[in-house]
């Protein structure tokens, strides 16, 4: 199982089938801010969708295609991260990532951000890692911008959101100059 520490109060650890009540209860209970900016939001509207999520991502962790993994704050999911789009010829990866409504503004997604870039450089020896995000959540936009990463450029029309296009920001770090 896939796990990695963060600090005192922070871990991050692969999920399993018998985490989909929590991520799915997290997940309602931040719904309205949550679907601001993440277009699969209103698609997950029972336990049973966060299941498949779930025993989806398994299958492509066996693969090493991607990973999720629960955010744990102080022993109770918090969120969810997830390291996708494995290149394995280009050795980078894409990681994503939300923190439902009552956990954030406390530092959670940056400190976990961090542990899974150093682990993803250290570990798994990756040379590149990107986060992407709506040009207008300009709050996760701050995430990267406080680890390091450069703006690599905006992707237009990328994603459908609430049946509107909208613009993808794209950051990235390499690992030689990974500071952590």
């Not at 991502?57 to 955010?71: D, N, S, W, Y």
């Not at 870039?117 to 890692?129: C, D, Q, S, V, W």
Request: charge should be positive; hydrophobic fraction near 40%; charged fraction near 25%.
């Amino acid at each position: 199982m896939f796990e990695v520490p963060v600090n005192n109060d922070i871990y991050l650890r692969q999920l399993q089938v018998q985490d989909a009540p929590m991520v799915y209860k997290q997940l309602d209970l931040s719904r309205k801010s949550l679907r601001k900016f993440l277009p699969w939001v209103d698609y997950n509207t029972s336990e049973e969708h966060s299941i498949r999520f779930i025993q989806m991502m398994q299958r492509k962790a066996e693969e090493q295609e991607a990973v999720a993994l629960g955010i744990w704050y102080q022993h109770q999911l918090c969120g969810v991260m997830d390291l996708h789009g494995w290149d394995h010829q280009l050795q980078k990866a894409e990681i994503g990532y939300w923190v439902g409504e009552v956990f954030q503004g406390k530092g959670i997604a940056t400190a976990a951000c961090k542990a899974l870039i150093t682990y993803a450089f250290k570990k798994l020896k990756l040379n590149k890692i990107e986060i992407r995000f709506v040009l207008q959540n300009e709050r996760s936009g701050q995430i990267p911008i406080r680890l390091g990463f450069a703006k690599e450029g905006i992707l237009r029309h990328n994603a459908k959101l609430h049946g509107q296009y909208v613009d993808m920001v794209v950051m990235g770090v390499l690992r030689q100059d990974w500071k952590y």
